[in-house]
Every structure is written in C-alpha cells, then in structure tokens.
C-alpha cells in the first residue's frame, strides 16, 4: 500500500513531455520546387516577418510582407499532431480561404533551434513530387 502511495506521488508529479515545436519561431527561408527547378519565396521576392507559436496541441502563424503591390497579411491557426517526424496541421482559420478546414499532412525535422517542413506528403509521409512542393526552414526564438 505505501508503495503505491509513493508510486502515485511520484507519477503525479512528473510534467508532461513538451512537443519540440512548443515555442515560437520565425521564418528563416521558403523554398518552392517544381519540376526540379527551385524558387526562393521567402526571402525573394517577399520582404517581411513571418512567426509560428505552437502550445499545447495549437498553433498559429502571423505575417506582413511587401510586395511590389503593397503590403499582405498572412495569418493562420488551429491544432496539430506530430508523431515522430509526420505532423499535421488541422486548419480552423486562415488568411487563404482555401486552406479553411483543410488537413495539411507535412514531414518535419529537427537540428538544434531549427525546423524543416516539407509539404504536401502523402499518407504514408512520402513527400507529393509531382507538381510543386514547398520547403520551409524556422529558426527558434525562444
């Protein structure tokens, strides 16, 4: 009994395991690529700031970018999952009507204070070639 006691003490103080994701973040680079041939998005063509913060099993993404047009918002949220290098991100709000509702299936990875997406990958986290897909590096900011 005291065993127990000591064993259900102990369990309940232990915090729970962290995402490597929670934090925030800032957009270091965008890559597109397109039948082999790369495109810098970010920075390139677009001069600003974009940032990531995810807590808990939420993220969201807030940005201001100049183009030669003026200037574009680009904001987004909602929850996610990752289990091992396969995250996905279940769209709730965002600045582009087409990604409302959407489930965006993305490869991650880790080295050190950066992160590496990759999307679109398929179910079985194989990345989506065919067509263009999108490279992004973010670096933490605490």
């Given at each position: 009994?005291?065993?127990?006691?000591?064993?259900?003490?102990?369990?309940?103080?232990?915090?729970?395991?962290?995402?490597?994701?929670?934090?925030?973040?800032?957009?270091?680079?965008?890559?597109e690529i397109s039948e082999g041939k790369t495109?810098?998005?970010?920075?390139?063509?677009?001069?600003?700031?974009?940032?990531?913060?995810?807590?808990?099993?939420?993220?969201?993404?807030?940005?201001?970018?100049?183009?030669?047009?003026?200037?574009?918002?680009?904001?987004?949220?909602?929850?996610?999952?990752?289990?091992?290098?396969?995250?996905?991100?279940?769209?709730?709000?965002?600045?582009?009507?087409?990604?409302?509702?959407?489930?965006?299936?993305?490869?991650?990875?880790?080295?050190?204070?950066?992160?590496?997406?990759?999307?679109?990958?398929?179910?079985?986290?194989?990345?989506?070639?065919?067509?263009?897909?999108?490279?992004?590096?973010?670096?933490?900011?605490?």
């Amino acid at each position: 009994m005291l065993g127990l006691i000591i064993y259900m003490i102990i369990g309940g103080c232990t915090q729970e395991k962290k995402s490597p994701l929670e934090g925030e973040w800032k957009l270091a680079y965008e890559y597109e690529i397109s039948e082999g041939k790369t495109t810098v998005l970010y920075p390139g063509t677009s001069k600003g700031t974009e940032i990531k913060i995810w807590s808990g099993e939420y993220w969201v993404l807030l940005g201001r970018f100049e183009q030669d047009s003026g200037f574009t918002q680009n904001y987004g949220g909602g929850t996610y999952t990752l289990e091992g290098n396969r995250y996905e991100e279940n769209v709730q709000y965002h600045s582009a009507p087409q990604y409302l509702d959407q489930t965006v299936k993305l490869l991650v990875e880790f080295k050190k204070d950066t992160i590496i997406q990759t999307w679109p990958v398929d179910d079985n986290g194989e990345v989506i070639t065919s067509g263009s897909y999108y490279i992004e590096k973010w670096a933490r900011i605490k």
